[in-house]
């Protein structure tokens, strides 16, 4: 029952993504808002059915890799971290359609759309959310790239969908450094396949301490370049050239997170990661959190710096997982919980940007002040967004946050300490700056642009809303799931 | 009902005002009353438990939530201690609601939706605040109520200042929440869980084993509980945040925010370090931030023009009375229980009253602000006859908080600088700390005459009609005057309650009441069998009022006369406003000897190196230029596609060649 839910839950999306391609105009968006609404209930479902316990079943075989293979491929496989992965890809995947069907509109004064173009963009949009959710239930590596180079294309095609000079650059720029890191996944399988004849996550233990070391590098590799790590920080921000739902949804709150997500995996699957790679690891991710906080002073577009506290936030998931392969498990559980409420967190405020674009037409934070006098819900979910990213109680960041830094504690010598007071001390600044912003947008004097009429449409409205809940109670869900990983 | 049902039914009832007051927004008034009718109802459930926390029936722990895995769980006791701030909260709370009923009709462009349901959560964490014994969930409610506050103090939205102000009041506070949780954390790595006690008792280790690093904790903690009490330096935030909050909101700031610092040292502070070795140092420490605070922010006030700026300095000041009692009473216990509980008990009395005499001035600023628009005392001026009730309670709550006999703040100074004298005899440091508190009292005194002078006497601008404040304005300021005169006429019947909660919360066993501060009609302090000092309130009352019918009575047996004549101008002719002393021409030589004492410091951000920019940006070093690389190469490659058939031809015969030649090669 449970296993033909999950295949129903990678292949309804896939379905409504090829009639939404078909279909004339509105009608696309009501297919792709029936399907995605379908899918969240089934994942909600799936969770609590599956609540505490690593579900697992085999579906049949490759015929190919028969015999030769020591596990059969295809499967699915639900467990409370892909647990995590399922919810904030579904119900952001469903609010953010739920968002589109007003964003993209003729009313939209950044970028008014037709009805012409929609049932591509809705295509590439389900077709992201099959393989998302085909990612968080992939039960060995081999299921798991392959879904993984699927978001990598959906990824290209929603970037470029405006098709813009800039668009187009950033979808091919996207393409290239999130596929070259592919190549880094696809070298570590294939090592692994020769070495072991196995995908398994597990089997990642039975390969001989250097290959070991090896693989885990190109895994980490190709997790740097999917979630936007140091050193291929650089495609995210262009990236924001996409429509602003397609910038919540795919770069911030799952797309990216598929990249922390791999290593988590193989964290969970395997406690002895080499010391060295978890502190390679830990130290880029000390590294990205910094870099990106140097950007935030020199944005004027709200989007690119929201990317790069998405880069920052990223980084801090990567640094529980990192010091949950140093032996902390309670760091590895705040770095899942953290994916989920960065999700919501992050989310809500992109989808305000959106919310705040749609009514001006601007993006600017130089150009824009006093908006909460004419639209007092997106301000709020803004301040809201901020308070929860910054990790500022009782908003959900602040829990996955204080797990990772108590995590770090728990590991002996002067690591934990150096750790707390670094992230501490970014935490710190980039709340400080965040919260500048918001007041400097959504406060004060109202500027000629933010002169408009009133918040944006229900459908749009409703999406902040849920999110605005989200950040609030993901931690009353999500630190119970979170227990039952590393366990 | 058990106590964590009571707290349980006040914050539910706080939380559903709030979406109550969310509903009604739109109708001011309406939002007002229905706000105040749920704080009063949560207030009376907090009154039930603060009664039964002093009475016998007190009841022990009670744990609602658990969080196994990081040692946490939320559990919630009332001691006397927690129990006497809560008194002191849900008091200011009811009034402060009250007083906003009509004050906040008054702000036309913002909605009120911003105001009531958050300053309804606001109290909801104040009380979390203070019932929770686990240090992970106080620091949630904690940062819950330093959020709810920043967004009270940036009510009004248009005003820049007030968005600077709250601004900065949320990242100072933010910033030192943060060194509570390192604090937190460091000592939750020795032992393994966040409950009050056990972080004590591991600190109490760690102060014998690893000292620097315990103190290095208790600087962060205390780093984290005086910012928010407005100790300066880190109570910079204060003087700007509370004159831009709405009035209600400052008399709540002054009255329960800040004294949320106090109650964080007191609950630490003062139940590890008593006991202690490191007692006199840290004594001495807090002692100085206290006499530091004290000095340098009622100075500060003298110079001040700005009425509710004034006060906010005045925070500051009053706010180190109270330190310094603290210190005072944390470095003498071990050594004198008497003496450090008397100065303990009178730091917390002096937070009990301080409570309600800058509340109250607070919403006398507040009244004058709503009549008249003005914070800036130079252009106010003879409002005492258009609103005696805003002038006469503001005049009891300046005598108060200038220590004037006999109101409640001379109790409780006298208590502190008794202590402070009575400690100078072993360690002449107190002696001068508590010289120079007696000397700031006097600056305190000049500082509110000023207001009173300058606010409320004088002659009265005839282009303004001024009237009385409606009557729940007056109501909430006349409650609180009318504590501030009981509270100093029957110091003892307080101090009784403060004793059970300095009591609770110290490791050293303090004497009783009636050893410690004498008869039920006055106050003693004793010191090896015999009485060192005396103060009979009801005595001096009684005679000033004596005194008063005698003045009155000889000035009509003598039919003395009043007569009234205008300010003699050298017969020129000037309005009144123009010739009024105004308030910046108060006190100038003092303003000229202490000019640099409250030196503004402007911070320049350092500029980001431009070669570490460059360093960052992989795609102009890196990515772009293979880029290029593979476009050339791939350009070079293309050259050899001429279009010539022959050419490719010949390219074919070439590559067989050559194939050949390997495979023979190979092979051979």
């Known amino acids: 029952m449970l296993s033909w839910m999950l295949v129903l839950m990678v292949l309804l999306p896939a379905l409504a ?23 969240a209930v089934l994942a909600v479902w799936c969770c609590l059915a599956g609540y505490g316990v690593s579900y697992r079943v085999t579906l049949g075989d490759l015929p190919f890799l028969a015999g030769t293979a020591s596990a059969p491929v295809p499967g699915v496989l639900l467990d409370p971290l892909g647990c995590i992965l399922l919810l904030v890809v579904t119900v952001i995947g469903f609010l953010t359609v739920l968002y589109s069907t007003r964003y993209l509109s003729a009313a939209n004064r950044e970028h008014p759309e037709g009805p012409a173009g929609q049932g591509r963009y809705y295509f590439w949009l389900l077709l992201f959310l099959a393989s998302m959710v085909g990612v968080a239930i992939s039960p060995n590596f081999l299921q798991l790239f392959i879904f993984w180079e699927m978001t990598t294309v959906c990824s290209w095609a929603l970037i470029s969908y405006y098709g813009t000079p800039r668009s187009l650059a950033a979808g091919f720029k996207a393409l290239v450094m999130t596929g070259a890191g592919g190549l880094f996944f696809l070298g570590a399988i294939c090592v692994l396949f020769v070495k072991t004849g196995s995908f398994e996550f597990a089997a990642l233990g039975q390969l001989p301490g250097d290959w070991r070391a090896a693989v885990l590098v190109m895994l980490l590799i190709a997790a740097w370049a999917k979630a936007a790590q140091v050193p291929f920080h650089t495609w995210l921000p262009d990236a924001m050239a996409a429509p602003t739902p397609i910038s919540a949804y795919l770069h911030a709150a799952a797309m990216v997170k598929a990249g922390v997500y791999l ?13 060295a790679v978890a502190m390679l690891a830990g130290a880029m991710a000390l590294v990205t959190i910094f870099v990106a906080l140097s950007y935030y ?21 990567m640094l529980g997982v990192a010091l949950g392969a140093l032996g902390s498990v309670t760091a590895l559980r705040g770095a899942a919980l953290h994916i989920l409420c960065h999700g919501f967190g992050k989310a809500a405020l992109f989808l305000c940007v959106g919310a705040v674009a749609y009514v001006t037409g601007s993006r600017s934070i130089s150009a824009l002040a006093g908006v909460a006098r004419t639209m007092p819900l997106t301000a709020t979910a803004f301040f809201v967004g901020v308070l929860a990213v910054a990790g500022v109680p009782p908003f959900g960041s602040f829990w996955s946050k204080f797990m990772i830094v108590a995590g770090a504690m728990r590991l002996a010598g002067a690591i934990g300490p150096v750790v707390v007071t670094l992230v501490l001390f970014e935490s710190l600044i980039s709340f400080a700056w965040l919260l500048h912003v918001a007041q400097k947008v959504f406060l004060g004097e109202t500027t000629p642009v933010a002169c408009v009429n009133s918040d944006p449409p229900p459908a749009m409205s409703a999406a902040l809303v849920v999110l605005m809940l989200g950040c609030l109670v993901a931690p009353a869900f999500g630190i119970p799931l979170v227990q039952w990983i590393g366990r | 009902m058990t106590t964590p049902e009571l707290l349980a039914v006040a914050i539910a009832v706080l939380l559903a005002g709030a979406a109550a007051s969310l509903a009604l927004a739109r109708r001011a008034r309406l939002a007002g009353w229905v706000s105040t009718a749920f704080v009063a109802a949560a207030a009376a459930a907090i009154w039930v438990v603060v009664v039964r926390a002093f009475s016998s029936r007190a009841e022990g722990e009670a744990t609602v939530l658990a969080l196994p895995d990081l040692g946490a769980r939320l559990s919630v006791v009332v001691d006397p201690l927690s129990a006497f701030f809560l008194a002191i909260v849900a008091t200011i709370a009811v009034v402060a609601t009250l007083y906003s009923v009509d004050y906040m009709t008054h702000f036309a462009g913002n909605t009120l939706a911003k105001f009531y349901p958050i300053l309804l959560v606001f109290f909801a964490a104040i009380v979390g605040v203070l019932v929770v014994s686990d240090f992970l969930f106080f620091l949630v409610c904690w940062e819950l109520m330093t959020l709810t506050s920043f967004f009270l103090v940036t009510f009004e939205r248009e005003n820049a200042a007030s968005q600077r102000a709250g601004w900065k009041y949320f990242v100072i506070t933010h910033a030192a929440t943060l060194c509570m949780v390192v604090a937190a954390l460091v000592l939750w790595r020795q032992c393994g869980s966040f409950h009050f006690g056990d972080l004590l008792a591991a600190l109490a280790q760690l102060l014998a084993t690893r000292p620097l690093l315990a103190h290095t904790v208790l600087g962060l903690l205390f780093i984290g509980f005086a910012t928010k009490a407005g100790v300066l330096p880190m109570g910079d935030w204060l003087p700007d945040a509370h004159p831009v909050a709405p009035s209600g909101m400052s008399a709540a700031l002054s009255g329960a925010l800040v004294k949320l610092g106090i109650y964080g040292l007191v609950r630490f502070f003062g139940a590890l370090l008593p006991a202690s070795a490191a007692a006199v140092g840290w004594g001495i420490a807090i002692a100085l931030a206290g006499t530091a605070s004290l000095f340098v922010g009622t100075l500060t006030a003298l110079r001040q023009t700005d009425s509710k700026r004034l006060m906010a300095f005045h925070t500051i000041g009053q706010i180190g009375y109270i330190c310094l009692g603290l210190g005072v009473g944390i470095a003498c216990l071990r050594t004198a229980p008497t003496l450090g509980a008397l100065a303990i008990v009178g730091a917390l009395f002096h937070a009990a009253n301080h409570a309600c005499f800058k509340a109250c001035l607070f919403l006398g600023a507040g009244a004058v602000l709503y009549r008249t628009g003005e914070r800036d005392m130079n252009r106010l001026g003879g409002l005492a006859a258009a609103m005696p009730l805003t002038a006469g309670s503001s005049t009891v709550a300046s005598l108060a908080i200038a220590g004037v006999p006999p109101l409640n703040g001379f109790a409780s100074k006298w208590l502190i600088v008794a202590a402070c004298l009575l400690a100078g005899m072993a360690q002449p440091l107190f002696l001068i700390l508590g010289l120079v508190a007696m000397f700031i009292s006097l600056a305190t005194l000049a500082s509110f005459l000023k207001v009173l002078g300058a606010v409320f006497l004088g002659q009265p601008n005839p282009e303004r009609r001024v009237s009385e404040v409606p009557a729940t304005m007056a109501a909430a300021q006349v409650v609180l005057a009318a504590l501030c005169v009981l509270l100093g006429v029957l110091p003892f019947w307080p101090l009784r309650f403060i004793r059970d909660a300095a009591a ?6 303090v004497p009783s009441a009636s050893e410690l501060l004498g008869g039920p009609w006055g106050l003693a302090v004793t010191g090896g069998g015999a009485a060192l000092a005396l103060w009979s309130p009801l005595v001096v009352a009684g005679g000033m009022v004596v005194l008063a019918f005698v003045a009155y009575g000889l000035q009509r047996a003598g039919g003395a006369g009043r007569r009234e004549v205008a300010v003699w101008t050298g017969g020129e002719e000037h309005a009144a406003a123009t010739v009024r002393y105004a308030a910046s021409s108060f006190y100038l030589p003092f303003k000229h000897a202490f000019a640099g004492i409250y030196p503004r410091i402007r911070w320049r951000v350092p500029a980001f190196p431009g070669g570490l920019r460059r360093a960052f940006d992989v795609d102009a070093w890196a990515y772009r230029p293979a880029a290029r690389l593979v476009e050339r190469a791939a350009g070079a490659v293309s050259r050899s596609h001429v279009g010539v058939p022959q050419v490719y031809l010949l390219w074919i015969v070439v590559g067989a060649v050559a194939v050949v030649a390997i495979v023979l090669g190979l092979v051979g």
């Open chain 1, 17 to 39: 993504a090829a009639v939404a391609a078909v279909v004339k105009g509105a009608f696309a968006r009501w297919v792709a808002a029936t399907a995605a609404a379908v899918v």
């Open chain 2, 504 to 509: 609770a919360s110290v490791p050293i066993a």
């Open chain 1, 263 to 275: 290593m988590a995996r193989v964290v969970v699957a395997n406690p002895e990661v080499p010391p």
């Open chain 1, 297 to 317: 002073f020199i944005q004027d577009d709200l989007k690119r710096l929201l990317a790069y506290s998405t880069i920052a936030n990223l980084g801090y998931v």
